[in-house]
């Protein structure tokens, strides 16, 4: 996880960065301990604010003590975010797995790649107020 999240905003120039996971209690902990020992090319300016949140559908899941911090209704900025985005697009995809748990990589990639092409075609269409095909 710690590579991901330093790769994605390696070169940012954030000033603050508001980071939602829904086990961000555990993986923030020792955050930025960890990212003293990452390579010089991942080290993120040392005058960025990181918060760390975990999504409110996955807040109940958590013990309460100690968890007020990751909360978003106690975060500036963060009441009016469940951060669930990610996890709405699940539902329609589980199909896939299907028929993609028994190929190749070469054309599991393949056919992935198809499908979410398939889907970012058709948001982008339906921005404009089409109906669906």
């Not at 040392?46 to 109940?60: C, D, E, N, Q, S």
């Not at 070469?106 to 089409?130: A, E, P, T, V």
Request: hydrophobic share 45%; with cysteine.
């Amino acid at each position: 996880m710690d590579f991901i999240f330093a790769s994605a905003i390696r070169g940012t120039k954030l000033a603050s960065l508001l980071v939602s996971y829904d086990v961000a209690c555990q993986w923030f902990v020792n955050l930025l301990k960890r990212m003293k020992q990452w390579p010089e090319w991942l080290q993120l300016a040392a005058t960025i604010v990181i918060r760390a949140a975990i999504p409110k559908f996955h807040l109940r899941a958590h013990e309460e003590k100690g968890h007020a911090q990751f909360c978003l209704h106690w975060i500036s900025g963060g009441a009016q975010c469940d951060c669930e985005g990610p996890m709405h697009i699940w539902s329609p995809h589980n199909p896939v797995g299907n028929s993609t748990k028994s190929q190749g990589p070469g054309m599991r990639h393949d056919n992935l790649d198809c499908h979410f092409s398939f889907w970012n075609w058709l948001k982008y269409i339906l921005m404009g107020g089409s109906k669906a095909i």
